[in-house]
């Protein structure tokens, strides 16, 4: 999804006003965890309650909204930025100053199930993704070969 930074703004005071912001999932850098056409609900972001694995919703350069997996801080220029990953990604996305997060993850709504990130298979998938980066490898061969993409 592309949007402008006035668009940035609008959804930006909307999660603070509203307390959260749910949108369908598009793409597939989260599969299977979130596939496309999931509704995701993002709450603001809490620094102090962030954690490694926890999914952010953020503002690319080119204007595409992300949600990618927290993987560390990393200080850029004296700025605290943010290092994500998509898990069907094989890098890391470039590193993400805060003002351009519009929040975290608190429920990912499925066909017929509502997972919360404490939820048994969130949390294994997370640990599991994180722990053997081998698995974002077999995704992305599964998914160039079931959607025939080109990288």
């Not at 509704?39 to 999914?55: E, M, N, T, Y």
């Not at 975290?104 to 939820?119: A, E, G």
Request: net charge positive.
């Amino acid at each position: 999804m592309l949007i402008d930074d006035s668009t940035f703004t609008l959804l930006k005071q909307s999660i603070k006003n509203n307390k959260w912001l749910e949108l369908p999932a598009f793409g597939n850098s989260m599969f299977p965890f979130i596939k496309q056409g999931d509704h995701c609900r993002f709450v603001p972001l809490d620094c102090s309650s962030l954690a490694k694995g926890d999914i952010l919703l953020y503002l690319r350069e080119e204007g595409q909204l992300i949600a990618h997996r927290f993987i560390e801080n990393q200080w850029k220029n004296g700025q605290k930025m943010f290092l994500l990953k998509g898990d069907t990604n094989l890098g890391f996305d470039q590193p993400i100053a805060e003002e351009r997060i519009l929040g975290k993850l608190i429920v990912v709504q499925k066909k017929r199930v509502t997972i919360t990130p404490d939820h048994f298979f969130a949390a294994a998938w997370g640990k599991m993704i994180l722990s053997f980066p081998i698995i974002s490898e077999i995704l992305r061969k599964y998914l160039n070969s079931r959607f025939n993409l080109q990288y």
